[in-house]
């Protein structure tokens, strides 16, 4: 039975006054959660995090990591880094960072198998266009960016590892794939997985859905057979919303 995961991704928001304050306030609400709440917070808030987060179930991660352990690569933080101050999670590969700063599905699997190599736990962000999905080019643009992004690692890899399918149109468009939409995307990845790495692999890989999560939607997401939780973006900035999410059973 694969466990369910949800992860907050707060991009380039919140100060360490306000991550400390948010913790604070979230901790007691999931204490007895079943699903694993981690969350992904800006470079400058994570020592905040770490410390606020102490004997709470609560997990957290950065957003971005370089593939190097060091080197001359101005504003870049390393796997290293990240692991040397208790960082558990990373997430890799998000639509955001492919449009704004020229990522690609090759720097992505370069990205994963640092990680992978240093002990963080990636979070592997895929997802299509509108067009794409339009063209009904879905799979195969999915399909692509797995193959290449997630290749070359071991089996063992994945008991680690979680994908985040997100459909790019759904990022904070207020737009949401259906319940049936996203299921059938992400059944699509786990088969994508059984050809490279077999069925085992695949059955058990979690695999999460983002794009305009919200507590209104997060039970119907959440209850299919193949979503695994999901990758939250502006509702895991509001603590009465994003304890819903996570409560959402």
């Known amino acids: ?9 707060w991009k380039m928001n919140m100060l360490p ?18 699903v694993e709440v981690i969350l992904c917070v800006p470079y400058t808030d994570l020592f905040y995090a770490l410390l606020a987060a102490q004997e709470t179930n609560i997990k957290i991660g950065a957003q971005n990591m370089h593939w190097e352990d060091s ?23 998000h639509s955001e960072r492919r449009q704004y700063f020229a990522e690609t599905d090759e720097t992505v699997n370069k990205k994963v198998k640092k990680a992978l190599e240093e002990g963080l736990k990636p979070i592997v962000c895929v997802g299509e266009t509108l067009e794409q999905r339009e ?41 949401t794939a259906t319940s049936e939409q996203a299921n059938e995307t992400i059944r699509a ?31 119907e997401l959440f209850t299919t057979s193949d979503i695994d939780g999901g990758l939250v973006g502006g509702a895991s900035l509001k603590v009465e919303e994003f304890e819903k999410i996570i409560n959402f059973s």
């Open 189 to 219: 990845i786990r088969k994508k997985i059984v050809e490279m790495y077999g069925n085992e692999v695949a059955s058990n890989v979690i695999i999460q859905y983002g794009g305009s999560v919200k507590s209104a939607n997060a039970k």
């Open 71 to 93: 080197g001359a690569y101005t504003g870049e933080v390393s796997a290293k880094m990240l692991k040397s101050i208790g960082v558990e999670y990373v997430i890799l590969g």
């Open 135 to 175: 063209a009904e080019k879905t799979d195969e643009v999915i399909g692509k960016q797995i193959e290449i992004g997630l290749g070359g690692l071991k089996e063992t890899d994945f008991a680690t590892l979680i994908i985040a399918y997100e459909p790019i149109w759904a990022i904070g468009t207020g737009k």
């Open 17 to 34: 006054n306000e991550t400390l304050s948010f913790i604070e306030a979230l901790a007691p609400h999931v204490k007895n959660s079943e």
């Open 1 to 9: 039975m694969r466990r369910k995961v949800i992860a907050g991704n």
